[in-house]
C-alpha cells in the first residue's frame, strides 16, 4: 500500500524532530521546493529551493541554541492539499516562544513543493525571531 500524503507529513514531522535532514532531501521534498515564512523577522520570506529550506531549519536551530521543537496536533487533507497543526516552542536571548503553527503542504506527486506556514500569534514570532 502507498503512503498517504498525511503519514509523508508525519513522517517528515518524525525527521526534523530527529534532525534527519537526509529524508527531506531524498523522499519528502521536491528539488525546487518553497517554504513560506510570514511575518517582519529574520527568518520571513520564501526559502525557495531545497538547500535553502534545509538551510532556514538550521537555522531555527542555530538562533534558538537548538531549543526549537515542535509538537504535532494533527494532520488533515484539505482539497488537494495537506494541512497539520503543531506547537513550536523555543527559547532565544532570555525569550521564550509557545505558539500554535499551521503549515499547508502542497504537493507535487508524491513529494512536497510548497509549505505556506501561519502563526496563531504572528506578533510574538516577530518578536521572538527579531
Same mark, same amino acid.
Given at each position: 500500500m502507498a503512503e #498517504?500524503? =498525511?503519514?509523508?507529513?508525519?513522517?517528515?514531522?518524525?525527521?526534523?524532530?530527529?534532525?534527519?535532514m537526509d529524508t527531506f532531501r531524498s523522499s519528502i521534498y521536491t528539488p525546487d521546493v518553497v517554504q513560506h515564512m510570514p511575518g517582519s523577522n529574520?527568518? #520571513?520570506? =520564501?526559502?525557495?529551493?531545497?538547500?535553502?529550506?534545509?538551510g532556514l531549519y538550521g537555522q531555527?536551530?542555530?538562533l534558538s541554541g537548538g531549543t526549537f521543537a515542535v509538537d504535532l496536533k494533527s494532520v488533515k487533507t484539505q482539497g488537494d492539499k495537506v494541512v497539520s497543526v503543531?506547537?513550536?516552542?523555543?527559547?532565544?536571548e532570555g525569550k521564550t516562544l509557545d505558539a500554535d503553527e499551521t503549515i499547508e503542504f502542497t504537493f507535487s506527486g508524491d513529494k512536497v513543493s510548497r509549505l505556506d506556514l501561519?502563526?496563531?500569534?504572528?506578533?510574538?514570532?516577530d518578536a521572538f525571531w527579531g
Open positions: #498517504s500524503k =498525511e503519514d509523508i507529513i508525519r513522517r517528515g514531522y518524525k525527521a526534523f524532530g530527529e534532525g534527519d529574520q527568518i #520571513s520570506g =520564501e526559502h525557495k529551493g531545497v538547500d535553502n529550506v534545509l531555527l536551530f542555530e503543531h506547537r513550536a516552542k523555543a527559547e532565544r501561519t502563526s496563531a500569534d504572528q506578533a510574538a514570532e
